[in-house]
């Protein structure tokens, strides 16, 4: 991730706080992430590391689900939002402000990068890194956009997003509103009619309230650059990195969850 977008997402992070609450910052989006590649029973007890924390969400959902331990990386200003958000289990939480290709050796069985990687024009470094870092039988969940069963709102949002680079805050902002009353109606209209991504505007964009989809619709429409990774390239950023007994979750048909292995006895059968 280059300097100019990590600037970026501090900046958002800034601007947005704390969006972690409700169904969005919950386990049961965890576990909706990590489908039936990971448990999140799994987690109780275990020591994690989280690439790309932002303002602290998925860190906030590891501790809820039991993680013992959160190394907690985010490279931008915006560590200071996930601090404040996070602070009631700072005793549980490492914070670093450096890049994941940059990780350190941390104490850690999992780690996580919950959308994150899609945002990186090379995030080989930084999975590569992550193996290293990970003891024998470490385990990676990524999660990144997907492209198969996705091509009508990829050209939409590419579209969308050759505008809103280009102008200033306050009109994308005006559009963001714009776009979150369009969308409110949408997810309406998909309870009876069968509308595309209907699925997923059912099961998941109706649980959010309309401040956290406010927040994806700017996310979405402000990043500089988005990489939506088709089945097979999402498999061999993993296994490229070195990691084995890849699994892919493709999630609500619209983005994909990866599982990767480090090679070695596994951390329950190492009780580490």
Same mark, same amino acid.
């Given at each position: 991730?280059? &300097? ?97 290709? &940059?990780?350190?050796?941390? &104490? ?100 959010? &309230? ?63």
């Amino acid at each position: 991730m280059n &300097d100019e977008t990590i600037a970026e997402f501090g900046e958002q992070w800034s601007r947005f706080g704390d969006t972690t609450g409700g169904y969005f910052g919950s386990e049961q989006a965890l576990a909706d992430i990590c489908g039936p590649l990971l448990s999140v029973g799994e987690l109780a007890g275990r020591r994690v590391v989280e690439i790309g924390s932002g303002n602290g969400r998925i860190v906030n959902m590891l501790i809820s689900a039991g993680a013992a331990h959160v190394t907690a990386v985010e490279p931008s200003a915006g560590i200071e939002v996930l601090k404040e958000n996070t602070k009631r289990y700072a005793d549980r939480i490492d914070y670093l402000q450096v890049t994941g290709e &940059d990780l350190p050796a941390v &104490d850690a069985e999992i780690a996580f990068s919950i959308g994150v990687l899609h945002h990186i024009e090379d995030p080989s470094p930084t999975v590569r890194r992550i193996h290293e870092v990970l003891p024998p039988g470490g385990r990676f969940v990524l999660w990144v956009y997907g492209r198969e069963g996705n091509r009508s709102y990829i050209a939409l949002a590419e579209g969308l997003r050759f505008v809103t680079r280009r102008i200033p805050d306050f009109l994308l902002a005006a559009l963001a509103h714009l776009l979150n009353a369009l969308l409110g109606g949408y997810v309406v209209l998909c309870r009876f009619v069968p509308l595309p991504l209907r699925t997923y505007m059912r099961e998941v964009m109706s649980q959010y &309230d309309r401040r956290r989809r406010y927040f994806l619709i700017f996310d979405q429409l402000n990043c500089g650059y988005a990489r939506y990774y088709d089945e097979h390239d999402a498999r061999r950023l993993m296994e490229g990195a070195g990691f084995e007994r890849v699994e892919l979750y493709h999630r609500h048909g619209m983005s994909w969850t990866v599982l990767g292995y480090k090679a070695g006895r596994t951390c329950v059968d190492a009780a580490c």
